[in-house]
Structures are given as structure tokens and as C-alpha cells.
């Protein structure tokens, strides 16, 4: 006897549409596939279009399904940007530790999502690379201090390349976009 259950038969708290927000080249995909495969990835192809990693989460006693989107394009127009965060509950923003001139850019980021999701985003801001510690450029505060500057819930410093931190910041936001929805819900 099988002990498998199948997908449809199988008990979701919740299914979740999650963005990966940030400029090129600072690790989006490599998260993604780190979290969902546990691997690192290193073929990385600059094709253009968007990527959906469907990922069941057991987080605590919860089973969520995640659909994870990942642009590949980034010099995309602000239409598109909004277009793309349209029913998302959640998503990651993501910069470069080694280069300053990404996290400039993350305020644009949370405009896009705030025009498409609300005024109160749940994004987890994440400083990726953090094994390249001699090429370090941003410090802890300063991460910490742009996520608080934009209202964003959380920073946390990531490797995709170790795995540092991987699991922990998208099953924190997995958390933070149930308690919100049900919350939102209120009592039956
Ligand atoms: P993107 O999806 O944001 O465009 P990618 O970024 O995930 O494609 O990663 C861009 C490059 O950075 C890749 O290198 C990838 O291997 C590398 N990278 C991603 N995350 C990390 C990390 O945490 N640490 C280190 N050291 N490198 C990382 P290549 O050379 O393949 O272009
Ligand atoms: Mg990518």
C-alpha cells in the first residue's frame, strides 16, 4: 500500500501567489531554486518571461501551496512591474550585498507592488550574497534600516550559494501572509 496522497486529496491552509521583486543579477532565481529544490543553481540563462515554481510548504503544521514567480526580464516598464505583482499575497525583494546601486532601486519595487497589492505589502527584504564577505558593500543596519524606511515586515542577509537564511525567509513569509489573510478574515 502506497502511503503517497495524491495533490488533489491533499489538505491546503492555503495556496499563495509570491513575486521575486529586484534588479538583475542579484540572485532572485537562485533563491527560488535553492528553496524549492534545496540546490544551488548555477546555469543561469538570461531568457526573457516569467517562471512559476509551484512548491507545497509544510511549515509547522500547516500545508501551503506556493506559486513562486520569477521575472526574468528586468528592464521592464512600470505597467508591466504592476501587472506582474497583480494577486500576489506576498514577495521577495531582493538585492545584491556587493552592489550598492541594487538596493537603490527597491523603493521602485515596492511602488509597483503597493499599486497592484495595497498599501500594506507584505515583502521580506533580502540582502543576497552574503557568503562574499570581503566584497561586501551594505552593512546589517543599512539593510535594516531600508526595510524599516519602507514599511516592509522584515531584512534578512541570504546566500543562495550556502543556503544561509533560504529556508527561513520564505517560510517566514509563508507565516506572515497566513496570519495576515486570516486575520483579515476574522472570527467565523
Ligand atoms: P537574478 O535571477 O536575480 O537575475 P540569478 O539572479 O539567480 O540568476 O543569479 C545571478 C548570479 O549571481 C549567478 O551567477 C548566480 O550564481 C550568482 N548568485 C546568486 N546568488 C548568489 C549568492 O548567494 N552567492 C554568490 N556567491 N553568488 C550568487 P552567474 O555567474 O551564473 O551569472
Ligand atoms: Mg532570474
Redesign the pocket.
Known amino acids: 500500500m502506497s502511503s503517497r496522497v495524491p495533490d488533489e486529496e491533499r489538505r491546503f491552509s492555503a495556496v499563495y501567489k509570491i513575486v521575486t521583486l ?10 527560488v531554486n535553492k528553496y524549492v529544490t534545496g540546490k544551488f543553481q ?1 546555469d ?1 540563462h538570461r531568457t526573457l518571461g516569467i517562471d512559476i515554481s509551484t512548491y507545497d510548504a509544510q511549515i509547522d503544521d500547516h500545508l501551503f501551496k506556493l506559486l513562486i514567480w ?1 521575472l526574468a526580464g ?1 528592464d521592464i516598464f512600470r505597467d508591466l512591474r504592476t501587472r506582474y505583482c497583480q494577486g500576489a499575497s506576498g514577495g521577495i525583494l ?1 538585492f545584491d550585498l556587493t552592489r550598492p546601486q541594487t538596493i537603490e532601486t527597491i523603493p521602485k519595487w515596492v511602488e509597483a507592488f503597493r499599486e497592484a497589492v495595497g498599501p500594506d505589502p507584505l515583502l521580506i527584504l533580502l540582502g ?5 564577505d570581503k566584497q561586501r558593500k551594505i552593512s546589517p543596519a543599512q539593510g535594516d534600516t531600508a526595510a524599516k524606511e519602507l514599511g516592509l515586515f522584515q531584512y534578512k542577509e ?5 543556503g544561509q537564511e533560504v529556508t527561513t525567509a520564505f517560510n517566514t513569509l509563508a507565516k506572515m501572509m497566513y496570519r495576515h489573510h486570516t486575520s483579515r478574515r476574522g472570527p467565523p
Open positions: 529586484g534588479e538583475a543579477a542579484v540572485g532572485k532565481t537562485s533563491l548555477r543561469y520569477d528586468q531582493v543576497n550574497k552574503a557568503d562574499l541570504t546566500s543562495a550559494k550556502t
